[in-house]
């Protein structure tokens, strides 16, 4: 069964340093977390995100080009798109995913025809739920908070958006959902190889 967790989108700055700091090691306390937990499913290994500075953390939370989602428990009377820097330090944490803009009207995306590009490209990565939070619907509501704000900025510049993910073969139930969800299997025969699935979803 599946239940209603409230999702957050985290903030690029704060007012208050102290607040700021706060999320900050939160964020990375259970980044590398996620890292520990499921190691498989990530590129990164723990040791080299061990390693970042709080510079690091600090200018890879601010980047303008990728969105944080963060599932929080039992707080799900909240909007998809709430951001609130004051409390969600404080909270439990049970789940993460980023979103990340690879292409905007600005940046990158244009071909002779158009000064735009052809659609919003973005890349939905990170994606992690506690092991004791699973099945229960919170990496779908992830997904759904994330392919939401994309949908939002694509309409404001008038295109339309495109999401891409990647997960290993062997992880059935995230085929399984990435397949309910209405992504598209791209077949690659050198990412087979590597037992590396990718999935796009226009909208």
């Known amino acids: 069964m599946g239940v209603e967790p409230s999702i957050i989108l985290l903030p690029k700055d704060h007012d208050n340093p102290n607040s ?4 900050m090691l939160r964020y990375k306390d259970f980044r590398l977390h996620a890292l520990d937990t499921s190691p498989e499913a990530y590129s990164p290994s723990s040791s ?15 980047n303008p080009q990728s969105f944080t989602f963060v599932a929080l428990k039992d707080k799900g009377s909240k ?35 158009s000064s735009k590009p052809r659609s919003l490209d973005c890349e939905l990565a990170g994606l992690f739920v506690e092991p004791s939070a699973r099945r229960l619907g919170i990496a779908k509501a992830l997904i759904e908070a994330a392919i939401l704000y994309g949908r939002r900025v694509a309409y404001e510049k008038g295109i339309p958006s495109l999401f891409k993910l990647t997960t290993r073969t062997s992880n059935v ?13 791209e077949a690659s025969d050198y990412d087979h190889v590597k037992g590396i699935a990718k999935f796009i979803l226009r909208t």
Do not use: C, H
């Open 20 to 23: 700021w700091e706060k999320l």
């Open 79 to 113: 909007s998809p798109l709430t951001t609130e820097a004051e409390s969600v330090g404080e909270e439990l944490w049970i789940g993460m995913i980023v979103l990340v803009i690879l292409t905007d009207t600005e940046n990158g995306g244009s071909n002779e025809f």
């Open 48 to 62: 080299r995100e061990n390693a970042f500075t709080q510079s690091d953390w600090d200018t890879r939370l601010r």
């Open 173 to 185: 139930a995230a085929l399984n959902l990435y397949t309910d969800m209405g992504f598209v299997a």
